[in-house]
């Protein structure tokens, strides 16, 4: 069974900082990329930032410049360091892998079970 384990979330003020971490279990094989996702009461789940295997980035318009998706390959682990919080970023943080396990020979998304963000303002 795959696990997403999610830490990092809390409350800040606005303007602070938060790092948000995710550790996939160790049945994980290969993982094809990772991503955060976050999802507002009432709202949709959306993108907020993906990374490749290579390395490659990317960050939906609203955060650039303030928030910063890194993965440590040997640990299986995605961390979202992020910066001048705003209120409107309360949500539900959720972690995405797009990975394959021992048992299976094709790939699927994983997901996290989330972690609360709050921003006060």
């Known amino acids: 069974q795959v696990q997403l384990v999610e830490s990092g979330g809390g409350f800040v003020q606005a303007g602070g900082s938060l790092i948000l971490s995710c550790a996939a279990s160790?049945?994980?094989?290969?993982?094809?990329?990772m991503a955060w996702y976050r999802q507002a009461p009432g709202e949709q789940r959306e993108l907020v930032s993906h990374?490749?295997?290579?390395?490659?980035?990317t960050y939906t318009n609203s955060v650039k410049g303030r928030f910063s998706i890194s993965r440590d390959n040997a640990k299986n682990t995605v961390y979202l360091q992020m910066n001048s919080l705003k209120p409107e970023e309360t949500a539900v943080y959720y972690c995405?892998?797009?990975?394959?396990?021992?048992?299976?020979?094709?790939?699927?998304?994983?997901w996290g079970q989330g972690t609360q963000v709050t921003v006060s303002s």
């Open positions: 995405n892998a797009y990975a394959r396990t021992y048992s299976s020979t094709s790939y699927n998304n994983y």
């Open positions: 160790s049945n994980i094989i290969i993982i094809n990329s």
């Open positions: 990374i490749a295997i290579i390395g490659g980035t």
